[in-house]
DNA sequence: GGATGTCTTTGACCTATGTCAAAAAGAAAG
DNA sequence: CTTTCTTTTTGACATAGGTCAAAGACATCC
């Protein structure tokens, strides 16, 4: 991990948890930031370790997750630009509840716990919209537990590549941009299933994989799938 | 349902999504709230509908619970006294993203949504109040999705027996407050499953079953379960 | 362009847990 | 107490998906 003193307040004005500031806060915070780089694989904090602060991701994405006794794990979210990493435990003061590794060359904006605290004594405001991103995130792991528990893995896989097209614009190629590896893990399965799955799939036309490369060649079967139909798989 | 107006301010002082707040504002609270009364098994809201307010839970339990296209359901969380009740819809202006359900005879104040902003407008504190709630249900939810996704049914039974026993202040003797198929729901498993794994438990001497009623008899082995050990279960 | 390491796929196997059906035990009602 | 309804338990069975082991496929690095 690297770190260097930052000064850029155009950045700051453009992330979310930041919006609708007054300058004399944000001028504030620019005092307070650190910037921090991590490679790839390095850990940004472990589960159970003290918060010392949150983390507004600049460049890079981060994965949150969790092990089990033997190691196995189970991503929670990814984090990407101008979100934000570890602000519930730093807001509550409680260790960190899951491991934080960067997946990629990451750089990130450090906001020490104390300051935090701090400047939301100061600017209320800024809980708003803290509450916005959080009240998405709940909602995120709402949906992830009904598919954990609802689902069977072709439907949690049918959901996430309708879920990438719906992203992608409507593109029927979507691009999955982690490993397989680690959509298996995002998808609570392992890689070994999450392959041949893929290869039912593919065998019974409802899409073509080309590495990371997928393209969706019949959505309402996929559809279909989500929904609790078989189809054979 | 049936509805009053309410005059409680005694109860709203020691609610924790008002407390520290100004008695002006408590007052003007006191005017917007309306009691309701649900009785069991009634629907307080559904999933998909619009979000026109949210619930202080005064007396009772309601279950908010996911249901998948088979009608099979997988409980998100319950929801006890003094809890809030569709917060994050309200705040989000999102539809409500699960069902809820009087477990039993159920009062609750209905705060309606548009009251609900004039007032975290006027107090943002509030808002610091609702974050610290909203991040302990994103911890339940994280330990939740992790129990899904990385722990077996005996792992999770043994998980909520401990939790169980913790809150009890430390009792051997701990009550499940809710039917065994509900447990099972909870648990994200089915009413047959469970019962098969407590006759495992007991005969293993683990513990000790009498209707809701169960006698902890080796913690030590529990917590292993926990674990992952498998103890021939 | 080998050589080394990581990611992905395949096969054989096994087990946890879901499904279906029915009996048993409790709880509620008359 | 008997009837009726709900909840819980048991048994037999099917299967999704995990484990282990090995082979391919890719990428990276001298």
New interface residues.
Partial sequence: MSEKKSGHLTLLRSTPLLLNLPETALAMLDGILTERSFSRGETIFSEGSESVGSYIIIKGRVKVF?L???G?E?I?HIVGTKELLGA?SA??G?PY??HAEAMEMTTAFFLPRKDFLVL?RKE??V??N???S??????H??????D????EVPGRLAAYLLYLHERGGGSDVVEIDISKGQLASLL?TIPETLSRILRKMSDRGLLKVSGRRIKLLNRKALQDIV??DKLGL
Avoid: C, H
């Fill in positions: 969790k089990s006794a033997e196995k189970q929670l519930v807001f509550a409680t509840p899951a939301i209320p405001s809980v708003m803290m509450m916005a959080l009240s998405m995130r709940l909602q792991f709402t949906r992830m537990i009904e954990l528990s609802l689902k609570g929904n609790g």
